[in-house]
């Protein structure tokens, strides 16, 4: 990791030895490009970067890259997320062409929800290539200046490339190989689905340690604070994927009426703490889903403030 | 094998809802094997249809017949003498079946009585599952005889993805997760390196995304 392979802001403030600190944001279900400027606010200075979803849960919203953009020209720096469900490599390779054309240079390359989940579960879904495929794709383009099809490319995109890891899907031993195989086909960065069960986080960043994982890509562990007791519950029991220990479901219930937010808050909070000192975690991934006005009060009492400024 | 359901029976009256004597007309091969299309389910839904007309006071005439195969212009050619007799012809074959039929009497018509579903086999008395999704291009040696492009919700080929959950698939918890099996076959096998590699994005000019397909055998031609 000598020369800088994007020259973004995140992967100055990896490479410099900070402990990072990302957001997230969903575009609008329309155009109202006004509420997501005033997101936009929440996060300005708060955080290193923000992850941008695309289509997320298979609902439609104002595409990631167009958000990415305005998000730029607002000075804060995008994580556009590129999903495999809606778009053939033609379109992905167009659309990372455009978004670095746009000042773009961070990307996180994700398989999708299935559009079952989504509004539109009639729709035919793509997967031309996968996650991993994509994440080889950006790399290609960006370190041989090639197109996948090998042909040059003129002006190569220079993306930092993410990857999501999920400690939590099945089969749980195959999870860390998984994510060495994203790192392998090019992820300089991962950002892990939302960590509730932290014993079992803990075995799996041993684990990435033990292999070195941590010194091929910078790790940062995901977390989404749980602003009621029926969010744990619902996350708990209906979203694939996701595991929410019996212990904190208790946590929030036992901190009385009214201040099940609160204690979701300093969980988060601990959480964060903890992350700071574990081995080979590089940074935080804060998801705080349609709770961005919440993420400065997040970042001051985790103590991620103020961010570092790397040239 | 092509596995295939029978249409619901309103759309089926609704395609024939102007004929006064129809055709029913099975097919011996992979809808008689799986119960959708062969001589049983022809008598089967020519009573249906005689009952329901019947009691719609506008009685139709309904014939049976079942074809060796409707995939075969040789055995599609028995119809020749008689497809003139009928207002329309229903089809219980495969898609293939009609588009054979059309082709072959193009004054006549001919309707489709089943939605085909899939290249799959019996897994229990009664019950079908997709085993093949037609690519063209074979891989599923490199994952012990499992198919992740037929038989994955995304067709992924470095699978799991994060939505695997207890050996279900995310899409609904009576769909196994493939990766799940293929992860755990190799491990149980101490063969999980086989997964350790970036497969390259596949070829799909083999698959319908190349357009119609044709396989010709250039001895078979001569």
């Given amino acids: ?311 | 094998m092509i596995v295939a359901d029978r249409k619901p029976i309103n759309e089926i009256l609704w395609m024939v809802g102007d004929c006064k004597k129809i055709l029913v007309l099975g097919c011996k091969g992979c809808v008689t094997v799986c119960n959708a299309g062969g001589m049983k389910e022809v008598g089967i839904l020519a009573s249906i249809l005689k009952i329901a007309r019947k009691k719609e006071g506008n009685p139709i005439e309904v014939e049976e017949k079942t074809l060796e195969r409707q995939c075969d212009p040789e055995y599609v050619e028995q119809l020749r003498d008689t497809y003139k007799n009928y207002d329309a012809v229903v089809s219980m074959a495969c898609g293939v079946g009609p588009q054979f039929l059309s082709a072959a009497y193009p004054d006549q018509k001919f309707f489709p009585a089943v939605n085909t579903t899939f290249f799959g086999g019996a897994v229990a008395h009664g019950i079908w599952s997709e085993r093949c999704a037609g690519c063209g291009t074979c891989i599923i040696h490199y994952f012990d005889g499992m198919c992740p492009i037929a038989r994955c919700s995304k067709s992924i080929q470095h699978g799991p993805c994060g939505g695997s959950s207890k050996g279900k698939c995310e899409i609904a918890p009576d769909v196994d997760c493939i990766w799940d099996m293929i992860v755990r076959k190799k491990t149980e096998q101490g063969r999980l390196d086989d997964l350790l590699m970036v497969r390259a994005a596949k070829d799909w000019r083999t698959s319908a995304h190349g357009g119609p397909r044709k396989s010709i055998r250039e001895e078979l031609t001569k």
């Fill in chain 1, 1 to 311: 990791m000598s020369e800088l392979k994007s020259g973004s802001n995140l992967e100055k403030v990896l490479k410099a030895g900070h402990f990072a600190f990302t957001g997230e944001c969903g575009p609008p279900k329309g155009a109202n490009v006004e509420h997501l400027k005033e997101k936009f606010s929440f996060l300005k200075g708060n955080v290193d970067a923000v992850n941008v979803t695309d289509n997320q849960t298979a609902v439609v919203r104002m595409s990631s890259w167009a958000a990415s953009a305005m998000m730029v020209q607002s000075g804060l720096e995008p994580n556009y997320q590129m999903v495999c469900r809606d778009r053939n490599r033609l379109a992905m390779m167009s659309d990372i062409l455009g978004a670095y054309s746009l000042g773009i240079r961070n990307m996180l390359c994700l398989s999708g929800d299935h559009q079952k989940f989504g509004n539109h579960p009639q729709s035919k879904n793509v997967y031309d290539i996968d996650s991993i495929q994509l994440i080889a794709m950006v790399k290609k383009m960006r370190d041989e200046g090639k197109f996948l099809n090998d042909e040059a490319i003129d002006v190569a995109p220079k993306m930092f490339i993410g990857a999501a890891a999920n400690p939590f899907a099945d089969p749980a031993e195959y999870r860390v190989i998984r994510m060495a195989n994203k790192i392998e086909a090019g992820a300089d960065f991962i950002q892990t689905q939302c960590i509730y069960n932290m014993e079992k986080f803990r075995e799996f960043m041993k684990r990435a340690v033990d292999m070195g994982l941590h010194e091929k890509a910078y790790i940062l562990a995901g977390v989404t604070p749980m602003k009621s007791v029926g969010m744990a519950k619902y996350m708990a029991s209906s979203v694939p994927g996701m595991e929410v220990p019996e212990s904190l479901i208790k946590r929030l219930q036992g901190a009385g009426k009214g201040k099940a937010t609160e204690e979701g808050v300093k969980f988060a909070i601990e959480q964060i703490q903890e992350f700071k000192e574990m081995k080979g975690v590089a940074g935080v991934h804060l998801m705080a889903i349609e709770w961005e006005h919440k993420v400065p009060e997040l970042a001051e009492r985790a103590g991620m403030l103020p961010r570092p400024k790397v040239d």
